[in-house]
């Protein structure tokens, strides 16, 4: 059995090789390896292997607050980028997609252990505004932003309370700032009244985070078909409700919003973890799991809202890290953590509303089709010379027999084994 042991203390190429023994790796997957060291990267994470491409494209036509941007998006999943683009097509169509973020405050907990927990509440009660100065001189630089904002106690059960503390931390990240605060925060407690805490961490609930999105689309983009622009409104606008009353389609509706989230905030080098738990958080805040756009039709068309938690910033973490990130926020062209916040749900509520008008009319597959079966052929081994060939034969073949065996088969008879005639 391999002994892996100390295994982070090995240098690069002595943790490659024993990977590649215990794996039993050959000379050219050791060179695809090798090809994709980066040596930012290989200080970033613990028993680095390699960097880990994923394709990046742009999605358009959004108009945000009056401003177009494009939107950089880092996704493996066909269709998502072209779906943002076609919702965000469509909202253009009425006035665009407007946005407000609410504020850029982080939640921090000390969570402790009391013996008599009302009496403790009225000592930080009363003390409040001492504990508040005790974490800005932990971290004085961030009243520029705003800072400490508010200290309040919560009682959890008869043993246990947890000390918020909120922080305005402006463009940052923020995770460094506040946990620093908190155990300052933490020390004061322990040498000035005896009482140790549980422990100090971040919040990912990001209820002071919020920011809403919302647009119109006319009943004349919204035409499909046989289908006029009235009945896929109305469509849109029940599932939608659906989404409300029915967790097991909320959570596929809250999926598809996030698809294009999460390729915008692994495009900027955002924690992209942190974002989907609170958002997920978020949707259970009524006592029921629930969709977090919401759809109906008026009588300019169909108003569509989006309201979502978005706890990221443009500064700190690994924002600017790598030169790709960098890029993209001068391509996406936000000035402020707010702004991007803006940004993202501008794109989850595009997303939503491609993803349901595609549900309500033609069905998901449709215009799917096309990339999984580019996907398909490129697992089967075509060149990207090969692909529009193996596609179109694809297409003559029903569905349930596009398979990967049927795809080399195409392959083979088109281009020879050797992929080539």
């Known amino acids: ?22 794996a039993d790796l050959d000379g050219s997957q050791l060179e695809v390896i090798r090809h994709h060291f980066d040596d930012t990267s290989s200080h970033l994470i613990e028993n680095y292997l390699a960097d880990y491409g994923l394709p990046e494209g742009i999605a358009t036509n959004f108009v945000i607050n009056g ?36 504020s850029r405050v982080l939640t921090g907990e000390v969570v402790l252990r009391v013996d008599r927990p009302a009496q403790f509440e009225r000592w930080v009660q009363e003390n409040r505004l001492k504990l508040m100065e005790v974490a ?31 922080v305005d931390v402006g463009d940052a990240m923020g995770a460094n700032i506040i946990n620093s ?27 002071r985070n919020l920011v809403q ?35 097991k389609r909320a959570a596929t509706h809250n999926k598809g919003i996030m698809n294009g989230i999460d390729a915008v905030l692994l495009a900027t080098g955002n924690d992209w973890r942190a974002v989907e738990s609170a958002v997920h958080a978020y949707a259970t805040r009524k006592g029921q799991y629930q969709g977090l756009s919401q759809w109906k039709v008026t009588d300019k068309g169909l108003t569509g809202t989006i309201t ?47 993803a349901l008008k ?17 996907s398909l052929a490129m697992s089967a081994g075509a060149t990207s010379y090969q692909l529009d060939t193996v596609v ?20 083979e008879g088109k281009f020879g084994s050797n992929g080539r005639k």
């Open 392 to 411: 179109n034969e694809l297409k003559k073949l029903p569905k349930n027999q596009r398979n990967l065996e049927n795809t080399q088969r195409i392959l």
């Open 308 to 354: 979502i938690p978005v706890p990221s910033g443009i500064i700190g973490g690994a924002t600017h890290l790598f030169i790709m990130s960098r890029i993209n926020y001068q391509i996406l062209n936000v000035n402020s953590a707010l702004q991007f916040m803006e940004v993202i749900a501008a794109v989850g509520l595009a997303q939503n509303l491609a």
């Open 136 to 166: 800005r001189k932990a971290h004085p630089t961030v009243e520029k932003y705003g800072g400490v904002r508010d200290l309040s106690v919560t009682e959890i059960d008869e043993h246990y309370l947890t000390i918020e503390l909120f």
């Open 67 to 102: 401003v177009e941007h494009l939107i950089p998006m880092v996704i493996e999943e066909p269709s998502v980028i072209a779906a943002a683009s076609n919702g965000a097509n469509m909202l253009r169509a009425g006035d665009g997609i407007h946005a407000k973020a609410q």
């Open 358 to 374: 595609a549900l309500v009319t033609d069905g998901i597959q449709r215009g799917h089709m096309n990339l999984q079966m580019k």
């Open 1 to 22: 059995m391999n002994d892996f042991k100390g295994f982070y203390k090995k240098s690069y190429h002595e943790r490659l090789k024993q990977v590649a023994q215990f």
């Open 213 to 247: 999105a919302s647009g119109t689309v006319p009943f004349s983009a919204l035409r499909r078909g046989e289908l006029d622009g009235q009945m896929v409104a109305k469509k849109i606008a029940e599932a939608s409700m659906i989404a409300q009353k029915y967790p």
């Open 181 to 207: 605060m908190l155990e300052a925060l933490s020390t004061y407690l322990e040498l000035n009244v005896d009482q140790s805490s549980l422990m100090s961490i971040l919040s990912n609930y990001g209820d």
